[in-house]
């Protein structure tokens, strides 16, 4: 018997080959019917035997184009209209949307062929793409996903490139970036001075000029990078000069993952996280036989690898380099450069030369990052290759929501049904062009998913620039909510988990509901109330956010704390590299409480702890005493010992005293500094498992929920997974979104939405 249904998909399944991929599996069944782009997704109407269409709905899900994903999928059998042929029709978008756009991807294998054969049309064209590969979000400024709404207006296809997007057969079939050397996007190559390089090919004059040390912006998909070759350390270090950035490591390129694992420890999983098509840079541990020059990462035992993503990063490294630094274009802190124009007059001074090119990017996108650990990839800056693809929730929510995130590491994040769209990453909202990115990201947003949001949710800090934004909203409710409840919501929706959660919520900074900076928090609760179980007590923070810049401040207020005035008799490094007139000018400061926030933040202790051991005193990005103090450990976790302490709750506040005096006097006794530091990690990690412990006494709760930049720190992070794991708790992680302030919206979302 012959039935007819029809299937209505939703998804991220236009512009990415999804309609002739359903023709041809139609034709291939002998079944008739059509299908359609609309403002749903995709329409298909399908005609022929039972079993056959059994077979196509199997395969629908089963063989879809690399870059579909599919969100919503339902059928419905419908009357026979008696088609005699499968068609594609003219797309239909009436009435509200809910398409999704894929983001950008890299290089596919088909492209990557016809790029290397000689004769190709197509032969070493830094701009090739299919409907399997190339820019998508960074060159679209309007839904429907078609050309004219796109960056590739301004170039007329020519009648081979027209013919292959109008041919179902084709793998470039309505693949709206599509073009050849003919009528496509150039390069340039340009002088500081901004003087076109006379040349006829200004890659292969880049790769030149690399050769000789020279520092070049290279214009890319979602913004520009800074390019020297990785094995000359003399050009690495004038680009530190120049960039102002002395000790954060820089990102790498490497031609392929075999030239990776000469670099780096590379397990299966991470090998599998550097080829996947998103090209994320992976952090690596490095291998003690490395032959880089140590001025990529100064005092860090990891790299930062990606493989090429674009044509044009295949051509620079063929047959010529292995590994090149590739870093943002950008001032520290401040967002990617975008624009040809901006470059010259912004990176002048950074660079010696430009490369690059006519097709305009229309939404920056920085480079994403993700490590390996406990088992799976762990996304600590969600952007090109991953956003604007959706985190799908069970449960619907309620109204459409605008969430604003933090003032650091910002996204922001729309909710549409049961999706939620995270933005790519922002950045720190403390510079008027970071500003102005965070408002434009939210007008595209809401333009791409063609929603107007009923309610704003924003963090509950009254400084907080994004806060502020959502206050100048005058039509729109605002929901609040506190930093660390949204941390905790965060972990449990991407889990897709409402049941009630111990969160142990470790961060550097968070605005509490008593007004003071939390930091170090148990938190018990769901998405829609917590209650604070228990805290790291708080300490002061002499000279506010000074301390935070200045690691000493801390650990000066960890020592007063913990010893009182017996403190200066200590033979502490710390103490003795401090001058005498600013340490007793503290300790007064301490003394009388003035500007001196009290605050219960990880992060502090971290950086107290880095300066008590002499690793680190004044930092040069954030979270570096940490992040030096991490790198120190050199010692298997699971065979360290804690320090022989019992932690008490004073109230609900861990009292920290004990640890520290431990600390101090193995220091005090030369211990290796490696040993106090894994010691450090354990101790802390195991006061926390038995504060878990007792809650799970108090609530019958067995569910622990991780988030917060502290669990960046994949050495303390696994420990604290695994041994959980082994009292015997279900441990609710981030692998979706960022566990730092970048996943802070979707928590957002997830609170405001279960209060409505």
């Not at 016809?114 to 701009?127: A, D, K, W």
């Not at 890319?220 to 102002?244: F, P, S």
């Not at 880095?610 to 930092?619: E, G």
Request: hydrophobic share 40%; proline share 6%; with cysteine.
């Amino acid at each position: 018997m012959l039935k007819r249904h029809l299937i209505q998909i939703d998804g991220i399944v236009q512009g990415v080959g999804f309609r002739p991929f359903v023709f041809r599996l139609a034709k291939s069944l002998k079944l008739t019917g059509s299908v359609l782009n609309s403002n749903k997704g995709v329409t298909i109407e399908v005609e022929g035997l039972q079993d056959n269409l059994t077979h196509f709905q199997n395969r629908l899900r089963q063989e879809m184009p690399p870059l579909a994903q599919i969100t919503d999928f339902n059928s419905n059998e419908i009357p026979l209209k008696n088609d005699e042929r499968f068609i594609i029709m003219q797309s239909e978008y009436k009435g509200d949307s809910s398409v999704l756009i894929s983001p950008d991807m890299s290089l596919c294998e088909d492209c990557m062929r016809e790029m290397l054969v000689p004769g190709n049309r197509r032969f070493h064209y830094p701009f090739l793409n299919c409907t399997n590969c190339g820019p998508r979000f960074t060159i679209i400024s309007d839904t429907p996903y078609d050309r004219v709404n796109t960056s590739m207006i301004e170039f007329q296809m020519c009648e081979e490139c027209d013919k292959e997007y109008h041919d179902p057969a084709d793998r470039r079939f309505h693949a709206q970036p599509n073009a050849c050397p003919k009528c496509g996007p150039q390069y340039q190559l340009f002088d500081r001075e901004k003087r076109q390089v006379n040349t006829n090919d200004p890659v292969k004059h880049t790769k030149m000029l690399l050769r000789t040390g020279r520092i070049v912006a290279l214009r890319g998909l979602g913004g520009y990078h800074l390019v020297v070759d990785a094995k000359n350390t003399a050009a690495i270090e004038e680009l530190r000069e120049r960039k102002r950035r002395a000790e954060k490591p820089f990102a790498l390129m490497a031609a392929n993952a075999d030239i990776v694992e000469k670099h780096c420890q590379v397990s299966h999983r991470e090998r599998l996280a550097l080829q996947q098509q998103t090209r994320p840079i992976v952090l690596l541990q490095a291998r003690y036989s490395s032959k880089l020059p140590k001025a990529i990462a100064p005092k860090s035992k990891y790299y930062g690898f990606m493989l090429p993503y674009l044509p044009l990063h295949h051509l620079l490294m063929l047959d010529e380099f292995e590994v090149l630094v590739m870093t943002s274009a950008n001032y520290s802190d401040e967002p990617i450069v975008t624009s040809n124009q901006q470059a010259f007059d912004y990176l002048a001074p950074l660079a010696d030369y430009f490369l690059i090119h006519n097709r305009e990017i229309l939404q920056r996108c920085d480079d994403s990052i993700i490590a390996v650990s406990a088992g799976h990839q762990r996304i600590l800056r969600r952007s090109r290759g991953y956003v604007p693809a959706p985190i799908i929730l069970n449960n619907k929510i309620k109204a459409p929501i605008l969430a604003v995130g933090a003032e650091l590491k910002n996204t922001v994040a729309l909710s549409n049904g049961n999706k939620v769209v995270l933005s790519q990453h922002i950045g720190d909202l403390d510079n008027p062009e970071a500003i102005q990115f965070f408002k434009n990201s939210i007008t595209h947003m809401q333009k791409l998913l063609n929603i107007k949001p009923h309610y704003i949710a924003c963090d509950m800090h009254p400084e907080y620039l994004s806060r502020k934004w959502a206050y100048e909203q005058p039509l729109m409710p605002k929901i609040e909510v506190q930093h660390h409840h949204a941390h905790l919501a965060s972990v449990m929706a991407e889990n897709d988990n409402t049941r009630k959660t111990i969160g142990i919520i470790l961060d550097g900074t968070g605005y509490g509901t008593d007004k003071t900076i939390w930091g170090g928090e148990v938190l018990i609760g769901d998405m829609k109330d917590v209650s604070r179980y228990a805290w790291f007590e708080p300490v002061p923070m002499p000279g506010g956010e000074a301390a935070i810049r200045d690691p000493w401040r801390m650990a000066i207020s960890y020592l007063q704390h913990a010893f009182g005035s017996a403190m200066q008799k200590l033979t502490l490094p710390v103490l003795q590299k401090t001058k005498p007139n600013e340490l007793n000018l503290l300790l007064q400061v301490l003394e009388k409480e003035v500007n001196s926030p009290k605050t219960s933040s990880c992060g502090r202790l971290f950086d107290a702890i880095a300066s008590i051991l002499d690793i680190r005193h004044s930092i040069t990005y954030e979270a570096q005493a940490a992040i030096e103090l991490e790198m120190s450990v050199r010692n298997n976790l699971q065979r360290t010992l804690a320090y022989p302490i019992n932690y008490n709750l004073n109230h609900g506040a861990l009292n920290f005293v004990p640890l520290i005096r431990e600390i101090v006097n193995d220091k005090v006794q030369n211990v290796p500094v490696d040993n106090i530091a894994a010691r450090f990690h354990v101790s802390l990690a195991e006061m926390l498992i038995a504060i878990a412990i007792r809650a799970r006494k108090d609530t019958g709760i067995a569910q622990v929920g991780l988030s917060g930049g502290v669990y960046q720190n994949f050495t303390f992070f696994q420990y604290l997974v695994e041994r959980l794991r082994g009292e015997g708790f279900k441990v609710l992680t981030h692998s979706k979104v960022p566990p730092n302030d970048g996943g802070l919206s979707l928590g957002q979302i997830a609170v405001a939405n279960a209060r409505l």
